[in-house]
């Protein structure tokens, strides 16, 4: 189940959540600098929860913001992903397939012109080469490694696209109340 944090006791609990697993969420910043990325999605842009559906535990959350820092926020075609992260224990094929599907659907509604999707993950990070290969023979798809950091991007149609392909069954893009 996912649920969007339209409302305070959601930004508390995706705040709180993250704040927990910020040593997991592999972003090489000071814990300043990951705050801003955790709470830039509830600022500037979409914050998800993603529910174990029996208990409504927190097993996992999102976040993207349309632009870029170094384009002043103006460039809206680009929706950058600040951060994604599944609980151990949740991490599968099909949940990521769910998962990345509502997060599809939830940058279409903000804002269906985007054409680029992109994260920043540490270079050497393998979850993150292993995430990008899958998309990396998608028309579109590119990576950039700058110091310690890769820019890792690819097209929003292409990405849909793959996502369609990729579920195993339908995937409903609902979200709880």
């Given at each position: ?133 899958r998309w990396r ?41």
């Amino acid at each position: 189940m996912y649920r969007r944090c339209d409302k305070e006791p959601d930004h508390a609990a995706y705040t709180k959540f993250l704040i927990r697993h910020q040593n997991e969420l592999n972003l090489p910043y000071s814990f300043p600098v990951k705050l801003s990325f955790i709470a830039a999605p509830l600022l500037y842009g979409q914050a998800l929860l993603i529910l174990e559906e029996e208990s409504y535990e927190i097993a996992g959350a999102a976040g993207f913001v349309l632009g870029t820092g170094a384009n002043e926020y103006e460039d809206t075609n680009v929706c950058q992903i600040e951060v994604a992260f599944l609980r151990e224990g949740y991490r599968s094929s099909t949940l990521f397939a769910r998962a990345l599907r509502v997060l599809l659907e939830s940058i279409r509604v903000m804002n269906p012109a985007v054409e680029t999707v992109q994260f920043w993950a540490p270079a050497d990070l393998d979850s993150a080469k292993r995430l990008y290969t899958r998309w990396r023979g998608l028309p579109g798809s590119s990576v950039r490694i700058e110091g310690s950091l890769a820019l890792y991007s690819v097209s929003f149609e292409e990405l849909d696209r793959f996502s369609r392909c990729y579920r195993r069954e339908r995937i409903t893009t609902g979200y709880a109340d």
